[in-house]
T-cell receptor
Framework: GESVGLHLPTLSVQEGDNSIINCAYS??????FIWYKQESGKGPQFIID?????DKRQGQRVTVLLNKTVKHLSLQIAATQPGDSAVYFC????????????FGKGTRLSVIA | EPEVTQTPSHQVTQMGQEVILHCVPI?????FYWYRQILGQKVEFLVS????????KSEIFDDQFSVERPDGSNFTLKIRSTKLEDSAMYFC??????????FGEGSRLTVL
């Protein structure tokens, strides 16, 4: 079965609102998690990552939260902009070694102007 | 800013033909990957390559697939005899020993 998945396939938000995209993972051995953004016809673009020794990490307008107890990951985008419209994937692996990154199914974020 | 580059951006081929997709990973990276994405679906792992050999491969990466690093810069994916279901975006990626995986823009393969 799939080890990484997403709760919602689509999310529509008003421009300026905050967005929250959720992800569940099942491999408790994973210690590295990444959020990728994929615009139409392009490759996945790194947004933010977090290691399992952290609960929260902030970037520019984005925050990733990790709850290891329930194996849940979320991406928060503040003041969502039209340029944020894309598909967002969470991905997991073990940071050391060469275990491949496992992607979830993706959530399409649509920003309504 | 260093980037992973892929060619061609789009390849159309007849079923049964061989296809080679090309990638130039970021120069100081050590791990190289191929992923594919069927239209509208998630990104799926195909194969990883380290120290001039395959280190891991998925069920998708059967005998029809092969990878090669013919020189110090290129990393190719070959599909020997393409099938209709091989139609997808193929992404090359690379990284250092740990951390962020950098993806190329992808090569779209259309098998007719």
């Amino acid at each position: 079965g799939e080890s990484v998945g997403l709760h919602l396939p689509t999310l529509s938000v008003q421009e300026g609102d905050n967005s929250i995209i959720n992800c569940a993972y099942s491999n408790s051995a994973s210690d590295y998690f990444i959020w990728y953004k994929q615009e139409s016809g392009k490759g996945p673009q790194f947004i933010i990552d977090i290691r399992s020794n952290m609960d929260k990490r902030q970037g520019q307008r984005v925050t990733v939260l990790l709850n290891k107890t329930v194996k849940h990951l979320s991406l928060q985008i503040a003041a969502t902009q039209p340029g944020d419209s894309a598909v967002y994937f969470c991905a997991e692996n073990m940071d050391s070694g060469n275990t491949p990154l496992v992607f979830g199914k993706g959530t399409r974020l649509s920003v309504i102007a | 800013e260093p980037e992973v580059t892929q060619t061609p951006s789009h390849q159309v081929t007849q079923m049964g033909q061989e296809v080679i997709l090309h990638c130039v990973p970021i120069s100081n990276h050590l791990y190289f990957y191929w992923y594919r994405q069927i239209l509208g679906q998630k990104v799926e792992f195909l194969v990883s390559f380290y120290n001039n050999e395959i280190s891991e491969k998925s069920e998708i990466f059967d005998d029809q697939f092969s990878v090669e690093r013919p020189d110090g810069s290129n990393f190719t994916l070959k599909i020997r005899s393409t099938k209709l279901e091989d139609s997808a975006m193929y992404f090359c990626a690379s990284r250092l020993l740990t951390g962020e995986l950098f993806f190329g823009e992808g090569s779209r393969l259309t098998v007719l």
